[in-house]
Antibody, heavy 118, light 110 residues
Framework: EVQLMEAGGGLVQPGGSLRLSCATS????????MFWVRQAPGKGLVWVSR????????GYADSVKGRFTISRDNAKNTLYLQMNSLRPEDTGLYYC???????????WGQGTLVTVSS | QSALTQPASVSGSLGQSITVSCTGT?????????VSWYQHYSGKAPKLLIF???NRPSEISSRFSGSKSGNTASLTISGLQAEDEGDYYC??????????FGGGTKVTVL
């Protein structure tokens, strides 16, 4: 069974940093591209970043470019999102997702909550 | 990177068909057949309904179908059922090598 589990969320002050992780199991992690997607409270889904199967970041949303870094460790079957210079508007539930055909995501984690507040 | 445009809400009666639209630009929906649709309940994992405009994962009911014309994609739900209530999002690959989601549509079954 394919499983994705995010961790690392929490409360952080504006300007602070957090590193999210997404532990995966049930499939060959190194064969799939991966996404991060977030949802602010009461708002819609927003794509954050995407990484190739061999670890090349392939894009960031303008709102996080230069502050967030996506990476992966194929030996540990784990995806990461390093978030620096956090802002209140980065508050939300962060999901990792496994990409399938056509840049769609067919497996998702349950999300980890990030709150940026003083 | 503005979100794709979806109606805020769409409603229909049990057994009816409804269509949710997703309007983008020539830099996203109009450029690629990489449009996906998701069903999402807040706080839960989104569920993929349609990928590559009109393809359905094997586990998804044939009541869900997708199409595209120009810069607008559409999701049709036929034979509306109570369990279809929820939020629906489209997404599209873009010419900037990013992915854009729509703002989401709340589907209500009357």
């Amino acid at each position: 069974e394919v499983q994705l589990m995010e961790a690392g969320g929490g409360l952080v002050q504006p300007g602070g940093s957090l590193r999210l992780s997404c532990a995966t199991s049930g499939y060959t992690f190194s064969s799939y591209w991966m996404f991060w997607v977030r949802q602010a409270p009461g708002k819609g889904l927003v794509w954050v970043s995407r990484i190739s199967s061999d670890g090349r970041p392939t894009g960031y949303a303008d709102s996080v470019k230069g502050r967030f870094t996506i990476s992966r460790d194929n030996a540990k079957n784990t995806l990461y999102l390093q978030m620096n210079s956090l802002r209140p508007e980065d508050t939300g539930l962060y999901y990792c997702a496994r990409e399938t055909w056509g840049m769609a995501a067919n497996y998702w984690g349950q999300g980890t909550l990030v709150t940026v507040s003083s | 990177q503005s979100a794709l445009t979806q109606p805020a809400s769409v409603s229909g009666s049990l057994g009816q068909s409804i269509t949710v639209s997703c309007t983008g630009t020539s830099s996203d929906v109009g450029s690629y057949d990489y449009v996906s649709w998701y069903q999402h309940y807040s706080g839960k994992a989104p569920k993929l309904l349609i990928f590559e405009v009109s393809n359905r994962p094997s586990e998804i009911s044939s009541r869900f179908s997708g199409s595209k014309s120009g810069n607008t994609a559409s999701l049709t739900i036929s034979g509306l059922q109570a369990e279809d209530e929820g939020d629906y999002y489209c997404s599209s690959y873009t010419t900037s090598d990013t992915v854009l989601f729509g703002g989401g549509t709340k589907v209500t079954v009357l």
